[in-house]
């Protein structure tokens, strides 16, 4: 099979924090002898493009921002084709508030005002806020949005709670599940991924550590998924899921058995 694009997924498939994963560089190499568009597609909703290509950098690898999708953009840009008049209550980090803010969207700190109630990854997270959360969802027809359903991020320190962790603790409380949940696998990032892309999906292929998003996303789209050892996904994770990738591999190193 020849491909002519490909998704990848950055945290557990390209770094782990600011480190390079071993045999990533390699894998990077082989996708562009090969001459494969590449889009590099992140569930963090904290970082813009910009500074995940600075982060990139760090480790050693070549990205430009334009190549680079978060859940934060995906968020931010659903968020201006849909909710664009309403008021925001955001349980999240300063960076995701401000990609809304600049995008002319309207934050506010009163959880009372709220119209629809964004909740993503919080490290400042704690009972006042999810007390906050719950009143802000009081009326049920306030929109509940989450970022991305990451549960775990791989950090250099080991696995972090993620976006998911809060979501899931404000859905517990508010009693409901959100009513949209972006981020991969979401319709609005498969989106992205073809409008940017522009390829037969049958072209394309995915390579990411993450089954319920990265592989579930490629899957969704009709497009070769592979998945690589280095993240989050044991076997004992393989074994259990209804999500299978069409490859798995130990690293991205790997990728040129597949091209």
Same mark, same amino acid.
């Given at each position: 099979? =020849?491909? #002519?694009? &490909? ?22 190499? #082989?996708?562009? %002898? ?13 970082? %813009? ?74 490290? =400042? ?21 989450? =970022? ?43 989106? &992205? ?12 292929? &995915? ?21 690589? #050892? ?30």
């Amino acid at each position: 099979m =020849t491909y #002519r694009g &490909v998704v990848l997924d950055v945290d557990g498939t390209v770094v782990r924090g600011d480190e390079p994963i071993p045999g990533a560089a390699e894998g990077l190499d #082989r996708l562009g %002898r090969a001459g494969l568009r590449r889009l590099f597609v992140s569930n963090n909703p904290t970082k %813009r493009p910009p500074a995940y290509a600075e982060r990139l950098r760090r480790a050693g690898f070549d990205a430009h921002p334009d190549e680079i999708v978060t859940a934060g953009t995906i968020t931010t840009d659903y968020l201006a084709d849909n909710h664009a008049d309403d008021v925001l209550f955001v349980v999240g980090e300063d960076a995701l508030v401000d990609q809304l803010t600049d995008a002319g969207l309207s934050v506010v700190a009163d959880e009372a005002r709220a119209d629809t109630v964004v909740v993503s990854i919080d490290r =400042t997270f704690d009972y006042d806020r999810l007390c906050a959360a719950l009143r802000a969802c009081d009326d049920e027809a306030v929109t509940l949005v989450g =970022t991305d359903p990451d549960m775990v991020i791989p950090a250099a320190e080991g696995d972090l709670p993620g976006s998911g962790a809060i979501i899931n603790a404000v859905a517990g409380v508010v009693g409901r599940d959100p009513d949209v949940m972006l981020g991969k696998p979401s319709e609005p990032a498969q989106r &992205v991924v073809r409008e940017y892309l522009d390829l037969p999906p049958a072209d394309c292929l &995915v390579v990411g550590d993450r089954l319920d998003t990265d592989i579930a996303l490629g899957e969704r789209a009709g497009m070769t998924t592979a998945l690589v #050892r280095t993240g989050v996904t044991d076997d004992r994770d393989l074994e259990r899921s209804d999500v299978q990738p069409d490859y798995v591999l130990d690293s991205l190193a790997d990728v040129a058995t597949i091209l």
